[in-house]
């Protein structure tokens, strides 16, 4: 059975508060980047996990190394106010959202090349149109 992992951190990055999802599955990392404006409750945090979470869009997966072991729980505790003190994301999720980044920029920049030639085409053939309704009756 493959054990599926998942962690929010939530941050603020001039001038909104940001909260980055990584989901580490059958030792890959994937990571997706929400923008929450103003600083959130946890309540709202919460609400936002259980509404949205299934709507997340996480980058492809990276390779990320997956340790298992005990954890005494003071440890884990020591850890985890570690990680509050420490703001900011990990080198591999900044390396899986900018993946993510740069996969949508080449899918944005298809849709608009598709988008600005079927314009272009149409144009082509208004013309032709006009030409020949011009060239009819003379």
Not at 51 to 76: G, H, I, M, Q, T
Not at 110 to 131: D, G, I, M, P
Request: glycine residues 6%; aromatic residues 8%; contains cysteine.
């Amino acid at each position: 059975m493959d054990k599926v992992s998942g962690r929010l951190t939530v941050f603020f990055e001039e001038p909104f508060w940001v909260g980055v999802f990584e989901r580490i599955s059958e030792g890959k990392l994937s990571v997706c980047k929400v923008t929450f404006g103003a600083e959130p409750k946890d309540c709202e945090i919460y609400d936002f996990v259980l509404k949205n979470y299934c709507c997340l869009k996480f980058s492809p997966a990276v390779a990320a190394a997956v340790k298992e072991d005990a954890r005494n729980p003071k440890r884990a505790q020591r850890e985890v106010r570690k990680q509050v003190q420490n703001t900011g994301i990990g080198t591999k999720s900044q390396q899986a959202l900018k993946l993510q980044q740069e996969q949508l920029k080449t899918e944005r920049r298809t849709v608009n090349r598709e988008r600005r030639e079927a314009e272009k085409q149409r144009r082509f053939e208004l013309k032709q149109q006009k030409r020949k309704e011009k060239h009819r009756g003379r």
